[in-house]
């Protein structure tokens, strides 16, 4: 009997020696300090397997695929069957123990995230020959000050929004739109419509705070939830919901009905990354952009990886000095893709070096702000990115004091919104434009024929960010200059 109390007592002992060993720089301080104070708290589990390992392969295996969404499901499959037997220990184990709740497998980045989860549990998971490493999740609230200036008291009926208008608007065009923003004639999109392209037959995703479908704005062009239209990794309801108001006002921006957005023709579909706390999740993000690549039903099932929308909005950014690492991994699998990504810069401008992540990133076209003067708007985040060696953002929209949905619920507008967020969606208008016209373009393409169709914008007090000064082009704080969809449209070739 003793003999048998010792040798367990000894097992014991080498189990916990074993698990503070192979526990050592997996387990992140983060996560250690997060314990000091909490018991449970929400991790992400990484796996040594990284996608990036495979990508290569991949790339060859759908190198001669011409379906898109073929290619889309050859690029996921692979990564989930990764992901699969990198995971199969932990989530047996999981499941085994019953501990932890809401526990996501992710395919796009190997991961898997665990809530709620104990400092023993984290133990014995950091004991897995499979893992790299666990962390605290991620998450990041946009500042709403600098973000969307709002007053709580605006209503503004429709249409009273003419300050913008000059003569060369006709008085047709005014009475086409009840409703209507000014950017959006700024940048000449109504020239562009009248060539044809409206964003017809071209499918547009957001990644924010959800959408309040209620509103005019934006109900008519909602794909649908059979359509695969929504998801929600939260709650995973059925209907489109908005957890700040952020969403909507971006998407009106994009899409929006009278006149308000970029492509009114184009349908939309959205996807919830905003906590009740109005806090944008790393697992979320992640989750998000999955089922953008390969939209499923709401409940995250049947994905249809040929209901990938074509442009993938995003308002959101990490405030200087915090890298956005969690990002470096998902993004060597979205330049994979043939899907557009816009990312707005940030509010923290005019200093040198104020950019957020990931629209700093060289991968992803980070959006900046200008006035309807065509001026550098000075909230506008300025460049270079943090290593110093690009200039950052690479395209500004016209975005100051304008028009929109409401940002609290209802169904009410605001003509004071002003911020990155909604210079973002704007490029974004201007991307589903141009793919209607021809659906090849890479992404390659794009950038380069964005940045080839700006007009300049002035700045008012010129210096040097990084070794560029302002007076060249492009620069740390306009980039290319001001987005014009007139001049994208006309150097996009037919298809
Ligand atoms: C009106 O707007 C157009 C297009 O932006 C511009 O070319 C023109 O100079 C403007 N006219 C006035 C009087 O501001
Ligand atoms: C996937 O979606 C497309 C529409 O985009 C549809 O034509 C196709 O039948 C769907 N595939 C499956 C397997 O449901
Ligand atoms: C930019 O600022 C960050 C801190 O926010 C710093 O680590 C980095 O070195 C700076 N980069 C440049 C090019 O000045
Ligand atoms: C930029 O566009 C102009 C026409 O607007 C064209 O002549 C030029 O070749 C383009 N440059 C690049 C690099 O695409």
Known sequence: MDYVVFDLVIVIALLQYTNIQSSNGVISDQLKIAFEKEKITDVMVTFKHRPSEILSKISLQTKSVTDRG????????????????????????????????????????????????????????????????????????????????????????????????????????????????????????????????????VVVGI??????????????????????GWFDPNKMGEVPRDITGHGTVCLGHMTGKYGMGVAPSAKWMACNCVDDGWRYREDWVL?????????????????????????????????????????????????????????????????????GSPGNFEEFIGVGLTTIYDEYQTLSSAGPDPTGKLIKPDICAPADMVMSAHYEFGNDFID?????????????????????KNSKLSQKDVKKIL???TTLAVIDEPKICGDTPDDQIPNNRIGWGVVNALKAILNVPEP
Not at 287 to 297: G, N, S
Not at 320 to 330: A, K, L, N, V
């Open 451 to 453: 940045f080839n169709s």
């Open 70 to 201: 073929e290619k889309l499901r050859i690029l996921s499959d692979e990564l989930e069957i990764l992901a699969k037997s990198s995971q199969i220990n932990i989530l047996k184990k999981l499941k085994e123990k019953n501990v932890g709740s809401r526990i996501r497998s992710l395919w796009i980045t190997n991961q898997v995230s665990i809530g709620g989860a104990s400092l023993d549990l984290v133990t014995s998971i950091a004991a897995l020959p499979e893992v790299l490493k666990i962390d605290k999740i991620y998450s990041f609230k946009l500042e709403p000050d600098q973000d969307i200036q709002k007053k709580d008291d605006v209503h503004v009926e429709p249409p009273n929004n003419k300050m913008a208008y000059n003569d060369t608007i006709s008085d047709k065009e005014i009475t086409q739109a009840s409703v209507y923003s000014w950017a959006v004639w700024k940048i000449q999109a109504p020239e562009v419509w009248e060539m044809g392209y409206d964003g017809q037959g």
């Open 416 to 436: 004071i919104a002003t911020g990155t967020s909604l210079s973002t969606p704007i490029v974004g208008g201007v991307i589903a434009l141009m793919v209607q």
């Open 287 to 355: 989750e998000c952009f999955q089922f953008m690549l390969c939209p499923t039903d709401h409940m995250g099932n049947n994905k249809n990886c040929s209901r990938a929308p074509r442009v993938i909005s995003n308002s959101y950014n990490t405030v200087p000095g915090e890298s956005g690492e969690f990002f470096r991994e998902i993004t060597k699998v979205l330049v994979e893709t043939d899907i557009h990504y816009v990312f707005s810069i940030g509010n923290f401008g005019s200093f040198c070096n104020s950019t």
């Open 207 to 228: 990644i924010d705070s959800g959408i309040s479908l209620t509103h005019d704005v934006v109900y008519d062009s909602f794909i649908g939830t059979d359509e695969y």
